[in-house]
């Protein structure tokens, strides 16, 4: 069984940053890709961030493109999410997610597991 722990968030001014951290743990995959998810209230989960095994393929949602860096520790097990000029809008709970495999997707239901999530609250 894989756990993932989600850490970093809280509460922000809005111009302010924060870096969000998740952990692997148990027996993962030879392979996978990581990926940042969110979801404020009524409203859809939507992928943020994405990352290949290697590193080398990186997937931003428009919104956040040149104010979110997504990367990882392979030897950790590790990926983070620098968040920078955070906005108001950019509230929500966020989760991280693990999927088997090199491919980098954005859709929530082709992730195999997924962090129990951390608040980010950017006040205005």
């Known amino acids: 069984q894989v756990q993932l722990v989600e850490s970093g968030g809280g509460l922000v001014q809005a111009g302010g940053s924060l870096r969000l951290s998740c952990a692997a743990s148990g027996r993962i995959f030879s392979s996978y890709t990581m990926g940042w998810f969110r979801q404020a209230p009524g409203k859809e989960r939507e992928c943020v961030a994405a990352i290949s095994w290697s590193g080398g393929i990186t997937h931003y949602a428009d919104y956040v493109k040149g104010r979110f860096t997504i990367s990882r520790d392979n030897a950790k097990k590790s990926v983070y999410l620098q968040m920078n000029s955070l906005k108001p809008e950019d509230t929500a709970v966020y989760y991280c997610?693990?999927?088997?495999?090199?491919?980098?997707?954005?859709?929530?239901?082709?992730?195999?597991?997924w962090g129990q999530g951390t608040q980010v609250t950017v006040s205005s």
């Open positions: 997610a693990v999927r088997r495999g090199l491919v980098v997707v954005t859709t929530g239901n082709e992730y195999d597991y």
